[in-house]
């Protein structure tokens, strides 16, 4: 059974800080990783990752992949509080379903 | 706006009564997916159905029924809801077929949020 693990499970800094979130998977025919960020509603989409050791980035946020290890790193810089909110972690196989793992709950204070 | 429709958006029941929640979506996906959410238990795959006419069983699928109606619409049906089912349930919606490796990326519908007293 296709499994994915986050840590840590809650995360409070302040803002400014700089954050790692972790995610590892077990995974059968793995095809991708990817990031979500949840606020209120529904998940929303920040990275998808394929490939060992390329980083993906958009703006403050960064992830990167190690296929080797299996696990991912999604990294915030100089965290604002709007990057409160719940980070998933997904991992596709052979089947295009997602596997999401439990989630960070971040929090930003000011 | 084009996505996934979840509706109700709130619903409560009383245990042992039955419901629906419908989804629908205009992007024309092949695939749509059932997630529900719990604390701490991130989201879990209900059913799922790859194409019109076909569903299969994900994860937790123990006290749910699915339909996949046409290509847009793939509804959930609660036939006697226990307070175990008392979560938030996603829709979500790929233009891919499971596999075939492919990942179109997901749109997921905005939640239902379901309580069972």
């Known amino acids: 059974e296709d499994k994915v693990v986050q840590s840590p499970l809650s995360l409070v800094v302040h803002e400014g800080d700089t954050v790692t979130l972790n995610c590892s998977y077990e995974?059968?025919?793995?095809?991708?990783l990817l990031w979500y960020k949840q606020e209120k509603k529904a998940p929303t989409f920040l990275f998808m990752l394929t490939s060992s050791g390329i980083e993906k980035k958009s703006g403050r946020l960064s992830s990167i992949l190690d296929k080797k290890e299996l696990f991912s790193i999604l990294n915030i810089t100089a965290t604002q509080t709007g990057d409160s909110a719940i980070y998933l972690c997904?991992?596709?196989?052979?089947?295009?379903?997602?596997?999401f793992g439990t989630g960070t709950r971040l929090q930003v204070t000011l | 706006n084009a996505g996934v429709t979840q509706t109700p958006k709130f619903q409560v029941l009383k245990t042992g009564q039955s419901m629906t929640l419908q989804c629908a979506q205009d992007?024309?996906?092949?695939?749509m997916y059932w997630y529900r959410q719990d604390p701490g238990m991130g989201l879990r795959l209900i059913y799922y159905s790859a194409s019109e006419g076909t569903t299969d069983k994900g994860e937790v699928p123990n006290g749910y029924n699915v339909s996949r109606l046409n290509k847009r619409e793939f509804s959930l049906r609660l036939e006697s809801a226990a307070p175990s089912q008392t979560s938030v349930y996603f829709c979500?919606?790929?233009?891919?077929?499971?596999?075939?490796?492919?990942?179109?990326?997901?749109?997921f519908g905005s939640g239902t949020r379901l309580t069972v007293v």
């Open positions: 979500a919606s790929t233009k891919g077929t499971p596999g075939a490796g492919e990942y179109y990326g997901y749109t």
């Open positions: 997904a991992s596709t196989g052979t089947a295009s379903k997602l596997t």
């Open positions: 995974v059968t025919n793995f095809r991708s």
């Open positions: 992007m024309n996906h092949n695939s």
